[in-house]
């Protein structure tokens, strides 16, 4: 499942994103597809919580389950 994390960055909710990330909540961790709060910010185009995350060091690396990373994903996103 989600981790309050995935939810907000999803959901763009940057008071809560940097709650998060200062109580030292896992950047990289995943949910049930493989996904890090970094993908789940990019599928839903949060540029908000994007930046936060980007800017406490998220590993940009991390692939979902399909091989994806969060630049994929936010590739994939504008493109349609």
Do not use: M
């Not at 998060?20 to 910010?41: C, D, E, M, Q, R």
């Amino acid at each position: 499942g989600n981790t309050a994390l995935h939810w907000a960055a999803a959901r763009d909710y940057c008071d809560i994103v940097e709650f998060l990330v200062k109580s030292s909540a896992s950047l990289s961790i995943k949910n049930n597809s493989g996904s890090t709060p970094l993908h789940s910010a990019a599928a839903n185009g949060s540029t908000r919580a994007l930046k936060i995350l980007l800017q406490s060091g998220v590993d940009l690396s991390v692939q979902d389950e399909d091989g994806l990373t969060a630049l994929d994903i936010a590739s994939k996103r504008i493109s349609n």
